[in-house]
């Protein structure tokens, strides 16, 4: 199914380091990307037309109107579904011969092993398309403590910046070399307060989805570690030198410590980033790693059809084959469950109140 067809990929198999044998990498490769928005949505693009084999999209949110200026898979008639159930649509239209795991979720801590198919297919890569510390450093943990390659985007206002990490030789910086602890909550920009601009998210997950490739075509470890920053409306271009990066007495890639993936960050309600929009997770469940008998689908547990015939009588409601959506017009709400347990509740920013229009269809 994912053999390499030299017409629809004839072009880039005239690049340096490529050819045949190149495209087969490819195609057997698995990349994992994390965030489906403006980065994640980009790269997942970018990888489904150059022929990676395999990609398992993470998201855990729904499409907004406020997403489309920049977030190139989805469409008006993508409002309100997963983004991973609208991208894993798009991408299957692109190019059929790409397998898409589509996982409508949170990474956490007890799940991001399962999830990733860390255990099962491990990926050649992780991608970070998140837009939050918590997750960017989980992801670190991950890629250290799995030896898997991690490719590092942000991107906010005009610009953005993006980092490499890879574990050979071990004198290589890992994120939190360069950064060893994420900045308190509420004290940096984000895309909500400072605003963000689409061709820069486009040129960071661009950056992102080519050193993607470079490392499954085994490409990536003749280049020095490095800082790429870009600011588009300035015009600044800058590749600033990690070459001298490792912390010798790292935290994570050194003494091995992986706080992220312990699982101490978690919290059961989170107000997500000035969005009005409050998110109840459901209780954690045992770390079990995913297998090939038992793969991604098994984890779920909500029935959904049975869910959305029981709240059609509370107002409109829009079932996807991951979620159920739906709009309390008494409580100027919108609360959309996915089949993780996990619940958005649109509307308010205050979890009490978040969690008190929840009960109101999960009991
Ligand atoms: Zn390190």
Not at 62 to 69: A, F, G, M, P, R
Not at 161 to 171: A, E, F, G, I, R
């Given at each position: 199914m994912t053999d390499a067809r030299p017409d629809r990929y004839h072009r880039q198999m005239l690049l340096p380091g490529w050819g045949a044998a190149g495209q087969q990498r490819l195609a057997q490769a698995h990349a994992a990307i994390v965030g489906v928005g403006a980065l994640g949505s980009v790269i997942a693009e970018q990888l489904a037309r150059a022929g990676v084999g395999t990609l398992t999209l993470v998201d855990r949110d729904?499409?907004?109107?406020?997403?489309?200026?920049r977030q190139f898979l989805y469409a008006m008639g993508d409002l309100g579904s997963p983004k991973v159930e609208a991208a894993r649509a798009r991408l299957t239209q692109i190019n059929p011969d790409c397998r898409i795991y589509a996982e409508a979720t949170d990474l956490r801590a007890d799940n991001a092993e399962a999830v990733l198919g860390i255990h099962a297919q491990r990926p050649a890569v992780i991608i970070d398309g998140t837009d939050n510390f918590e997750t960017r450093y989980l992801l670190n943990d991950l890629a250290v403590l799995h030896a898997i390659p991690l490719v590092y985007g942000g991107a906010l206002a005009t610009g953005g910046?993006?980092?490499?990490?890879?574990?050979?030789?071990?004198?290589r910086p890992c994120l939190r070399c360069v950064e060893p602890d994420p900045p308190p909550p509420g004290t940096l920009p984000t895309c909500d307060t400072a605003g963000v601009l689409g061709p820069a998210t486009a040129v960071i997950a661009s950056i992102q989805a080519a050193e993607a490739i470079r490392i499954i075509l085994g490409l990536a470890s003749d280049t020095p570690p490095s800082l790429v920053q870009v600011d588009l409306f300035s015009g600044q271009f800058r590749r600033m030198s990690l070459a001298g990066a490792h912390d010798p007495a790292c935290p994570c890639c050194v003494r091995r410590q992986f706080p992220y993936?312990?699982?101490?960050?978690d919290t059961s309600e989170r107000l997500l980033c000035g969005r009005n929009t409050v998110q109840i997770s459901p209780p954690a469940v045992s770390r079990a790693p995913a297998t090939p008998a038992a793969p991604p689908a098994a984890r779920r547990t909500l029935d959904l059809a049975a869910l959305a015939a029981r709240t059609q009588s509370l107002g409109p409601t829009r079932h996807t084959a991951q979620s159920v959506s739906v709009t309390l017009a008494q409580e100027a709400a919108e609360v959309t469950i996915f089949a993780d347990g996990r619940i958005l509740v649109s509307g308010t920013t205050d979890p009490a109140r978040a969690r008190a229009i929840a009960a109101r269809i999960m009991g």
């Open positions: 729904i499409v907004e109107l406020t997403n489309l200026q910046t993006q980092m490499t990490v890879l574990h050979d030789p071990p004198s993936l312990a699982g101490t960050h």
